[in-house]
T-cell receptor
Framework: EAQVTQNPRYLITVTGKKLTVTCSQN?????MSWYRQDPGLGLRQIYY???????DKGDVPEGYKVSRKEKRNFPLILESPSPNQTSLYFC???????????FGPGTRLTVT | TQLLEQSPQFLSIQEGENLTVYCNSS?????LQWYRQEPGEGPVLLVT?????EVKKLKRLTFQFGDARKDSSLHITAAQPGDTGLYLC????????????FGQGTRLTINP
């Protein structure tokens, strides 16, 4: 089944404790992206990647890092999480030549 | 930063009624997408419009891209309870939709 998977789905952590949210897609898509979704603000793009080893900042990159060492994986790293990073996070992917993005199921992160 | 304003943010109507959701911006977009999101899931693409004035139909849903490519609308005819969900518009500011700007979303509830 073609899909985007994220792990973990739920995470509660404390301020300053480094964490990684994994994202993997099995569709051989070139493009991958991370978003956060907050009430009243919609989805905001954090980082995106056009292909392996090619990443760029979205609209809200502060406090986040990403890497794209393999085509299928695009992990989101929070080196020192803070409470304002409490949010619902989505990973998405799409073929390089098409508009349609496929979203993962989301990761709900709470930082206390 | 480009912004997309969706209205209304909340809409609750009876089954069988018609409704329109608007997505407006002062910026020009190269393409605009509409997504629908169910609770606990990621957004799913409904349609992409690319050409100014373009109209696309998906069963009872009609999508229109404004002539100036700054706005879009989603019209649902004879709404059904299964149409309930969060509707999101997203604009791409370049070819290939590397960066997507999302509206805040319209939470639609169709009452039986």
């Amino acid at each position: 089944e073609a899909q985007v998977t994220q792990n973990p789905r739920y995470l509660i952590t404390v301020t300053g404790k480094k964490l990684t949210v994994t994202c993997s897609q099995n569709m051989n898509h070139e493009y991958m992206s991370w978003y956060r979704q907050d009430p009243g603000l919609g989805l905001r793009q954090i980082y995106y990647s056009m292909n392996v080893e090619v990443t760029d900042k979205g609209d809200v990159p502060e406090g986040y890092k990403v890497s794209r060492k393999e085509k299928r994986n695009f992990p989101l790293i929070l080196e020192s999480p803070s409470p304002n990073q409490t949010s619902l996070y989505f990973c998405a992917s799409r073929p390089g030549h098409r508009y349609e993005q496929y979203f993962g199921p989301g990761t709900r992160l709470t930082v206390t | 930063t480009q912004l997309l304003e969706q209205s209304p943010q909340f809409l609750s109507i009876q089954e069988g009624e018609n409704l329109t959701v608007y997505c407006n911006s002062s910026s020009v977009f190269s393409s605009l997408q509409w997504y629908r999101q169910e609770p606990g899931e990621g957004p799913v693409l409904l349609v992409t419009v690319v050409t100014g004035g373009e109209v696309k139909k998906l069963k009872r849903l009609t999508f229109q891209f404004g002539d100036a490519r700054k706005d879009s609308s989603l019209h649902i005819t004879a709404a059904q309870p299964g149409d309930t969900g969060l509707y999101l518009c997203a604009g791409a500011n370049s070819q290939g939709a590397q960066k997507l700007v999302f509206g805040q979303g319209t939470r639609l509830t169709i009452n039986p």
